[in-house]
C-alpha cells in the first residue's frame, strides 16, 4: 500500500486531517474553546501534568519549549485557573506554539489579546496559588485516548485534532519543519 503525500495546506485543517487519518485522528472535547486572537494551533505537543499551583508550570514554561504546543492537564478543574498573565508572558517568552488547557484561565482580556493561539475549558476569577505547586512532564489520558510527545495537534475554530507524529509527516512531509517544534 503506497501513502499518498498531500498539499501542505490540508496538514493544517483539522477537517482535512480527520478525512485523511479517519478514526486514528484523535477530536478533542468541544468543550475547549479558543480564548486568544489566534485560533489556528499546528505543533508537535509537551505534556505537562499541574497540581496545587503554579508554581511548577512557571519553572516549566521557563524551558526549552520553543514551538511546541503545551498540554496543561489541569484534571479539567474548571473552579480554579492555572493558566493567567504570567503564564502567559513566559510561554511567550518561551515562544511556544500554543496552548491547550484541560482547566480554566483567568486574566482572561490579557489572554484575549494574545497571539499564542489558547484553547481552554472555561474561565474562572480564582487563581491557583503561584508559590506552590508541581509539575509533572509526561503523558495524559483524555476521552479520545493517550496523549503523549510522539504526537501533532492540528487546530482551528472548527475544533482540535491530535494524531500521531510519524502518520502526520508520512502524509505531509513538506511540514517536517515541525517536527522537533522548529519552524
Same mark, same amino acid.
Given at each position: 500500500?503506497?501513502?499518498?503525500?498531500?498539499?501542505?495546506?490540508?496538514?493544517?485543517?483539522?477537517?482535512?486531517?480527520?478525512?485523511?487519518?479517519?478514526?486514528?485522528?484523535?477530536?478533542?472535547?468541544?468543550?475547549?474553546?479558543?480564548?486568544?486572537?489566534?485560533?489556528?494551533?499546528?505543533?508537535?505537543?509537551?505534556?505537562?501534568? !499541574?497540581?496545587?499551583?503554579?508554581? +511548577?508550570?512557571?519553572?516549566?514554561?521557563? @524551558? /526549552? =519549549?520553543? $514551538?511546541?504546543?503545551?498540554?496543561?492537564?489541569?484534571?479539567?478543574?474548571?473552579?480554579?485557573?492555572?493558566?493567567?498573565?504570567?503564564?502567559?508572558?513566559?510561554?511567550?517568552?518561551?515562544?511556544?506554539?500554543?496552548?491547550?488547557?484541560?482547566?480554566?484561565?483567568?486574566?482572561?482580556?490579557?489572554?484575549?489579546?494574545?497571539?499564542?493561539?489558547?484553547?481552554?475549558?472555561?474561565?474562572?476569577?480564582?487563581?491557583?496559588?503561584?508559590? !506552590?505547586?508541581?509539575?509533572?512532564? +509526561?503523558?495524559?489520558?483524555?476521552?479520545? @485516548? /493517550? =496523549?503523549? $510527545?510522539?504526537?501533532?495537534?492540528?487546530?482551528?475554530?472548527?475544533?482540535?485534532?491530535?494524531?500521531?507524529?510519524?502518520?502526520?509527516?508520512?502524509?505531509?512531509?513538506?511540514?517536517?519543519?515541525?517536527?522537533?517544534?522548529?519552524?
Amino acid at each position: 500500500m503506497t501513502t499518498q503525500i498531500m498539499s501542505p495546506a490540508n496538514g493544517k485543517n483539522p477537517t482535512a486531517i480527520c478525512a485523511v487519518f479517519q478514526e486514528r485522528a484523535r477530536v478533542l472535547s468541544q468543550h475547549l474553546q479558543t480564548f486568544s486572537a489566534k485560533p489556528t494551533i499546528l505543533g508537535p505537543i509537551l505534556v505537562v501534568t !499541574v497540581e496545587d499551583g503554579t508554581a +511548577g508550570l512557571d519553572e516549566y514554561l521557563r @524551558g /526549552p =519549549i520553543r $514551538d511546541h504546543v503545551i498540554f496543561i492537564n489541569a484534571h479539567c478543574e474548571i473552579d480554579v485557573s492555572f493558566f493567567g498573565k504570567r503564564q502567559l508572558l513566559l510561554a511567550t517568552e518561551g515562544g511556544v506554539g500554543g496552548i491547550v488547557l484541560f482547566g480554566s484561565i483567568h486574566d482572561a482580556e490579557q489572554v484575549a489579546e494574545s497571539y499564542i493561539p489558547i484553547r481552554a475549558m472555561g474561565i474562572s476569577p480564582r487563581a491557583m496559588p503561584n508559590k !506552590v505547586g508541581t509539575c509533572r512532564v +509526561g503523558s495524559m489520558r483524555t476521552d479520545t @485516548g /493517550p =496523549i503523549g $510527545d510522539t504526537d501533532m495537534v492540528v487546530g482551528n475554530r472548527d475544533g482540535v485534532v491530535v494524531v500521531d507524529s510519524n502518520l502526520y509527516f508520512t502524509r505531509f512531509p513538506a511540514l517536517t519543519s515541525r517536527r522537533t517544534g522548529v519552524v
